[in-house]
Every structure is written in structure tokens, then in C-alpha cells.
């Protein structure tokens, strides 16, 4: 059976607050390289009160990327190895 499946469209939200290895340094006793070293990490991105999972999506239907009876796959990542997966149809008009 031949699959219909296909993909329309791609979106993606980095949230602009930006919590950097030197901000730590000041919190903890680390150092940029031992972090760098260790994780990899140079950079952290932090969710404010105001901005949600769902970011992607809205400025998909802002630009007319979403329509009526779509269905979608949302896929988010959060800090460490979280991250979450949600098939759903879109049926809001």
C-alpha cells in the first residue's frame, strides 16, 4: 500500500532568553571550559511566564501553514534528554 503521508511544512520557536556558561559562573563555582569540557553546553534557552510549547504552531497558522483538518506532529525539547511527542488533528477553525 502506497503511503500518503507527507510533509507540508516545518516550524520551529527558540525561546530569545539566553542563560550563557559565564552567567553560571557567577552563580556556581564552574568555569566555562569545565562545562564546555563535560557537556558541550555554550548556551541555554529559558521559557519566560509568556511564551508556551505551542509557539511553532501559532506562527504556523499565523502564515497559513496550518489548515483546517490537518493532522500534526509536535515534537519539543526541553533541557537534559526531555522532549515529547503529540500526533494530533487539527480541527479548529
Excluded: C
Excluded at 504552531?57 to 537534559?80: A, C, R, S
Aim: glycine share 12%.
Amino acid at each position: 500500500m502506497k503511503s500518503k503521508a507527507r510533509i507540508t511544512a516545518i516550524g520551529t520557536y527558540v525561546p530569545p532568553k539566553k542563560l550563557l556558561n559565564e552567567d553560571l559562573e557567577k552563580m556556581v563555582d564552574t568555569n566555562d571550559e569545565w562545562i564546555v569540557q563535560r557537556t558541550g553546553i555554550k548556551e541555554r534557552r529559558i521559557v519566560g511566564n509568556e511564551e508556551y510549547a505551542s509557539k511553532a504552531l501559532n506562527l504556523g497558522i499565523e502564515e497559513g501553514k496550518v489548515q483546517y483538518g490537518d493532522t500534526l506532529l509536535l515534537y519539543g525539547f526541553g533541557g537534559g534528554l526531555t522532549h515529547l511527542g503529540l500526533i494530533l488533528k487539527w480541527n479548529i477553525r
